[in-house]
Every structure is written in structure tokens, then in C-alpha cells.
């Protein structure tokens, strides 16, 4: 067969591909989700799916019921996807029907920013298991499908390790704990099994299997994470924002990395910010080169600006950084005021001589 050929792919075999192509685990299950739907919608087995495949048959799923219930973000990541495939397998589309299936992003943010009052409500009506998750999405500024996938291997004292495997892009690190999110998760660790014994409970009366031997730390799918934060969110604020299919809470778990970004900044400085964040800048990528050990003695420093519970401790740090923020603008100064006064000494040295 020519290299120039376009080959025949199913479906099985191309996450197959994107696997040892080494692309994460939650991108596999994203695209297999989305053409899933697709092979439900034209009713033909997921391995027979590439036998299936056309410009008209994709036409007629853009107005299935499933994708005009799907938020907008859905909607454009599995047509993205299942356009994508397509192409792979021979499809070929022209520029009008490519505009109708790769649809642009929306940046109009319909959220809000999520606000202490707000996460210390939540925290007061939340059970050990909530409290040490919210607690550790403000702290590490993990995704929510990463945080989900965190098992108990990967918690080192106050490191957390965001393995590559699920990690977005694949750009793994290293993350801390706060003093007072590593409390929280002590007190969950200590319930954990009871805990999840009475989840089996409630979950094996409606089918539900939990895998054996369960070592994810929370103990939950990233579903099941999204809805419990939802819930506590509903109760204690709720505001919502019409989308496409009903409403979508303006505040969701990817809040709490927003306010990790905007409030860490403030004590820990943008460079370990954006490192622990694993944004991937040409300067921070670049440039910036700190060990685990200096990074986390910096976080540590600057943690309280990520306290939930501890308003009073947060209020106190934050004066002492302020005070010595001043102190050091004084010391900047009379270092300027001292060298000008050195030079113009030895401009008036050299007129005597």
C-alpha cells in the first residue's frame, strides 16, 4: 500500500494508535465517548462505525437530539473529533461543510469568580470527603479530571504528583498541599474506608460497580466529583447561566484552579504559579528553573493566601507580607539615596584634587 493511501481505520484500532501514540487516558475516553454517540445515532456497532462514514450521515447527527442537548463545549469537542476520523479514514469535506463541523470556540466566560464567602459556605455544609477534596482543588490548582485520577501513591507529605498518564497534554508535575489542606485530607484518609463501604452500599442498589481495590484518593470518578461540588454549590449560591439544552452553574470545580491562579500570585509570585500550574509559556518553559525543594519551600511561604478556614491566620500573613513588602521598598530606597550620595562624594573628591 502507497504511504499516500488513506487507510481504513476502526475504531478500536484508532484509540489503539492514540494510546501508544501517547495521548492521556482522558483524551482516549473523550474521542471513544464521541464516536460512540455517533455509531448509536446511525444504530451500527462501535467496531463497524468506519463503515459508516459520510459527509450526509454526519449532516444528519449535527441535529440528533443528544448534540442539541450537549453544551456548546461538547458539542464542538465531539464533532471535532468525529470530523477528525473521518478525514483519517478517506472522508473528505469541502470548505463549507468544514465550517459547519469545526464550530469556534465561544470566549464569552459566563462564570463568575469564585469568592471566600462563597467556598467557606461550602465548606461548612460539606461532608470529610467534600471538605478534603474542595480544599485540595484550591491548594494544588488541579484539574478536576486530574484530581480524580490522583491515587494514594501519589500523595508524598505535602507533594502531589500529577502523573503524565492524566495529566492534560500530558504535562505531568509536581503540586502541594496547603498545612490546612493536608488536615483535611488527614481526617478523609482516616474515614476513607468506612466511607466508601457505605458508598458500595448505595451504589450496588443501583448496579454500580466500584473497581477492586480502589486507590484513586477521592474514591470517585470525575462525574460523580463534578456533581457533588454542584450540589453544594446549588445550596449555597446556584447562579446559573442559560446555555444551549437548559442552564450551566456560572461557578463549576474548574473555578477553584481559577482562584488558585489569581490568588496564589499574590504571595507566591506568577513564575512558581504558572510552574505548578504546568502552563506551558515560552518564558516559564524557558527560563525558570527551580527544584522541587525550592518550589515548595516558596509555596509554603506564600500558602495562606489558599487558607478556606483560617480567615484569621490568612488576614495575619497577608499584613506581615504587606509590612514586609514596605520594609524592603525602604531598603531599596536608602540603598538608591546611599549610592548617589557615594557618587556625588566622589565627584566632589576629584574637583578638590
Not at 298 to 324: C, P, V
Amino acid at each position: 500500500m502507497s504511504s499516500n493511501t488513506k487507510k481504513i481505520r476502526s475504531v478500536p484500532l484508532y484509540l489503539s494508535l492514540l494510546e501508544k501514540a501517547g495521548r492521556s487516558q482522558q483524551t482516549i475516553r473523550t474521542y471513544r465517548e464521541a464516536l460512540l454517540y455517533f455509531s448509536r445515532f446511525l444504530d451500527v456497532p462501535l467496531e463497524e462505525l468506519h463503515k459508516h462514514l459520510s459527509v450526509e450521515n454526519l449532516l444528519a447527527y449535527t441535529d440528533s437530539p443528544a448534540l442539541k442537548d450537549a453544551s456548546q463545549n461538547t458539542r464542538r469537542t465531539w464533532l471535532a473529533v468525529i470530523h477528525k476520523y473521518m478525514k483519517l479514514n478517506g472522508v473528505e469535506f469541502d470548505e463549507l461543510e468544514t465550517s459547519v463541523f469545526k464550530l469556534r470556540r465561544d470566549d464569552v466566560r459566563r462564570d463568575k469568580p469564585l469568592n471566600i464567602e462563597t467556598l467557606q459556605k461550602m465548606m461548612d455544609l460539606a461532608d470529610v470527603h467534600m471538605k478534603a477534596y474542595l480544599s485540595f482543588l484550591i491548594s494544588t490548582g488541579c484539574r478536576i479530571n486530574e484530581s480524580a485520577e490522583i491515587l494514594l501513591t501519589d500523595i508524598q507529605g505535602n507533594r502531589v504528583t500529577i502523573r503524565p498518564e492524566i495529566a492534560k497534554g500530558r504535562h505531568g508535575g509536581t503540586t502541594f498541599l496547603t498545612s490546612e489542606a493536608r488536615e483535611y485530607l488527614d481526617i478523609w484518609l482516616r474515614e476513607r474506608d468506612q466511607w466508601i463501604q457505605q458508598a458500595n452500599v448505595r451504589t450496588n442498589n443501583i448496579g454500580l460497580r466500584r473497581p477492586q481495590g480502589d486507590q484513586r484518593l477521592f474514591a470517585c470518578t470525575s462525574n460523580n466529583l463534578s456533581k457533588q461540588f454542584q450540589k453544594l454549590y446549588e445550596a449555597v449560591d446556584g447562579e446559573s447561566s442559560p446555555i444551549k439544552g437548559g442552564t450551566r452553574n456560572k461557578i463549576t470545580p474548574h473555578s477553584c484552579r481559577a482562584y488558585f491562579r489569581t490568588h496564589a500570585v499574590t504571595s507566591m509570585g506568577i513564575d512558581l504559579v504558572e510552574g505548578i500550574m504546568r502552563h506551558t509559556g515560552y518564558l516559564n518553559a524557558a527560563y525558570v528553573r527551580m527544584s522541587d525543594d525550592e518550589r515548595e519551600r516558596l509555596f509554603h511561604l506564600g500558602e495562606h493566601e489558599l487558607y478556606i478556614t483560617r480567615a484569621s491566620i490568612r488576614n495575619e500573613e497577608r499584613k506581615i507580607d504587606e509590612i514586609r513588602r514596605e520594609q524592603e521598598e525602604k531598603i531599596l530606597t536608602l540603598e538608591r539615596r546611599t549610592k548617589i550620595l557615594e557618587a556625588l562624594l566622589k565627584i566632589d573628591d576629584s574637583k578638590k584634587k
